[in-house]
């Protein structure tokens, strides 16, 4: 994965963001694609939004180390867009590796991207929950308890 070029996310990016924790792992954690801080640190949720992820694990008993945590795609799309479809296909195939590795009891999707994302590439991973993603509280302030209360319902 370190040297993909499957799609042109692999032109701006520092790194690429492989998902973090261990294998096998009852938990698992998708969000859409990396941003500025996980592509500086080649590690998923580092950033802003992985603070409030991280609020919400401890919130519910968890820690970082306790839960597999990546992304729909492995590079960080310019400007922070949502990944277009053929980029989604092309780490399709990593995500998958990810998933089969990891062997998860709950897969929990973080926002919109991933759910459909998921859905779509992967129906037969059927245990799953949607939740707001963490970054959704960055932009909304007001909503902050309610994407960590639906972080915590999902991982009880």
């Known amino acids: 994965m370190k040297d993909c070029k499957k799609c042109n996310l692999h032109k701006f990016r520092k ?75 092309a780490c399709s195939e990593y995500l998958r590796d990810e998933i089969e590795r990891v062997s998860p009891d709950k897969i929990i999707l973080l926002g919109r991207t991933a759910s459909n994302t998921f859905k779509k590439h992967f129906p037969e991973f059927a245990i799953t929950y949607d939740v707001y993603h963490p970054a959704y509280a960055l932009h909304a302030p007001d909503m902050r308890d309610e994407v960590i209360r639906q972080i915590v319902e999902a991982l009880g």
């Open 15 to 89: 790194n690429v963001v492989p998902g973090d924790g261990p294998v096998p792992c009852d938990i698992m954690l998708i969000g859409e694609a990396p941003g500025r801080d996980e592509d500086i640190l080649a590690k998923p949720f580092v950033g802003a939004a992985g603070k409030i992820l991280n609020e919400a694990l401890k919130e519910a008993g968890y820690t970082r180390d306790s839960v597999f945590i990546t992304n729909i795609v492995k590079c960080r799309p310019p400007g922070n867009r949502v990944p277009k479809k053929e980029e989604i296909t």
